[in-house]
T-cell receptor, first 117, second 113 residues
Framework: GAVVSQHPSRVICKSGTSVKIECRSL??????MFWYRQFPKKSLMLMAT?????????EQGVEKDKFLINHASLTLSTLTVTSAHPEDSSFYIC?????????????FGSGTRLTVV | QQQVKQSPQSLIVQKGGISIINCAYE??????FPWYQQFPGKGPALLIAIRPDVSEKKEGRFTISFNKSAKQFSLHIMDSQPGDSATYFC????????????FGSGTQLTVLP
């Protein structure tokens, strides 16, 4: 089945530094990937839609300059949290859809727990 | 128009019992309705999905019931096991578009041994 690899699974960084999270589709090509943020005991909140070879589309209220998204290939999208602050601490999850099998839905990565100290 | 409403927020079931989670949607353009299972610290995993041309889909102990006229769908977990304890999310989307899934608010299921 479709597999999405997300790294790192956990990261602790100092306030003011930047952190990069990678999301890779291992056995399929994904023209579109999605980045979510999830707070404890809450649903997934879509942050942005990442399109291969073009700029990401951000949801309302998500700071483009803080959450930089790059989708340079059909199998890789990255989310960089710039100048991280404690309020950016959260669980970040990526998702990808197989462009050749849209009915098979969206495959999620295992998530990244970001802690900013 | 884009909302998917999910209930209950939490559910406690005895081992061997039936767990039922309900969702309702508003956008009649939705044509793909998946259920995801999420364990703590992990990403959601696709459990089962249905399209509106069928009223029921069963995979092992998991069944989706779909009522197109009422714009509702539900997940039934038969013979619930402690290992089923997780958070369950319903979702909806439009297959033909590249748009994201619209998620329900989630149901935290606890199956008591």
């Amino acid at each position: 089945g479709a597999v999405v690899s997300q790294h790192p699974s956990r990261v602790i960084c100092k306030s003011g530094t930047s952190v990069k999270i990678e999301c890779r589709s291992l056995d399929f090509q994904a023209t579109t990937m999605f980045w979510y943020r999830q707070f404890p005991k809450k649903s997934l909140m879509l942050m942005a839609t990442s399109n291969e070879g073009s700029k990401a589309t951000y949801e309302q209220g998500v700071e483009k300059d803080k959450f930089l998204i790059n989708h340079a290939s059909l199998t890789l999208s990255t989310l960089t949290v710039t100048s991280a602050h404690p309020e950016d601490s959260s669980f970040y999850i990526c998702s990808a859809r197989d462009r050749d099998r849209p009915f098979y839905g969206y495959t999620f990565g295992s998530g990244t727990r970001l802690t900013v100290v | 128009q884009q909302q998917v409403k999910q209930s209950p927020q939490s559910l406690i079931v005895q081992k061997g019992g039936i767990s039922i989670i309900n969702c309702a949607y508003e956008n009649t353009a939705f044509d793909y309705f998946p259920w995801y299972q999420q364990f703590p610290g992990k990403g959601p995993a696709l459990l089962i999905a249905i399209r509106p041309d069928v009223s029921e889909k069963k995979e092992g102990r998991f069944t989706i019931s779909f009522n197109k006229s009422a714009k509702q769908f539900s997940l039934h977990i038969m013979d619930s096991q402690p290992g089923d304890s997780a958070t369950y999310f319903c979702a909806a989307s439009i297959i033909g578009s590249a748009r994201q899934l619209t998620f329900g608010s989630g149901t935290q299921l606890t199956v008591l041994p």
